[in-house]
């Protein structure tokens, strides 16, 4: 069945260091691909998306590529500050439904100040 | 924009009772509105979803009886857990997309206790 599958699961970095997600999809009609921070006990929130005509996406520190071809996707932070840390979620579309979204199970990131 | 408010924020029941919990699109029209369960450490689990103006679709395993979703506007919709037991206790969280967009903004979440 489909799937969204994310790694890892727990990232600990030195504040200043790059953070890397990835996450990998088995529909090859996903189209769009979001990435969602969420802190603890808040909601998550949309940092960056990604749609399948481009192959990278910028915004300040945060960026994410795809990789159609091997169905993967990947958030990349760099300079990562103490409040980075969060959980972070990966998603794609389904393929009964491409406006209901798979989330992926979530990255912890802990930047060590 | 795209600020989704969801109430309440927390609350506690007894076993047996009924809780309603409202989401609202605040400064756009949802025409799509998403039920998530979330347990402690887990990742969103959507429950349904609702359009304005028909009826909710369940995902597989989520009981429509139990969970009773309205979307009577292209602002508002409710999840009404009813007769609510110990192991509905989670964290629910609805979202809401406008035609159109593919992107989903989320409310800040309920969270359930029951006793």
């Known amino acids: 069945g489909e799937n969204v599958e994310q790694h890892p699961s727990t990232l600990s970095v030195q504040e200043g260091d790059s953070a890397v997600i990835k996450c990998t999809y088995s529909?090859?009609?996903?189209?769009?691909f979001p990435w969602y921070k969420q802190e603890l006990g808040k909601r998550p929130q949309l940092i960056i998306d990604?749609?399948?005509?481009?192959g990278e996406k910028k915004d300040q520190r945060i960026a994410v590529t795809l990789n159609k071809t091997a169905k993967h996707f990947s958030l990349h932070i760099t300079e990562t500050q103490p409040e980075d840390s969060a959980v972070y979620f990966c998603a794609a579309p389904r393929m009964d439904s491409s406006y209901k979204l798979i989330f992926g199970s979530g990255t912890r990131l802990l930047v060590r100040p | 924009g795209a600020v989704v408010s969801q109430h309440p924020s927390r609350v506690i029941c007894k076993s047996g009772t009924s809780v309603k919990i409202e989401c609202r699109s605040l400064?756009?029209?949802?025409?799509?509105m998403f039920w998530y369960r979330q347990f402690p450490k887990q990742s969103l689990m959507l429950m349904a979803t609702s359009n304005e103006g028909s009826k909710a679709t369940y995902e597989q395993g989520v009981e429509k009886d139990k969970f009773l979703i309205n979307h009577a506007s292209l602002t508002l919709s409710t999840l009404t857990v009813t007769s609510a037991h110990p192991e509905d206790s989670s964290f629910y969280i609805c979202?809401?997309?406008?035609?159109?967009?593919?992107?989903?903004?989320f409310g800040p979440g309920t969270r359930l206790l029951v006793l």
């Open positions: 400064d756009f029209q949802a025409t799509t």
């Open positions: 979202s809401a997309r406008t035609s159109g967009k593919e992107t989903q903004y």
């Open positions: 990604i749609r399948s005509n481009v």
């Open positions: 529909d090859s009609a996903s189209n769009y």
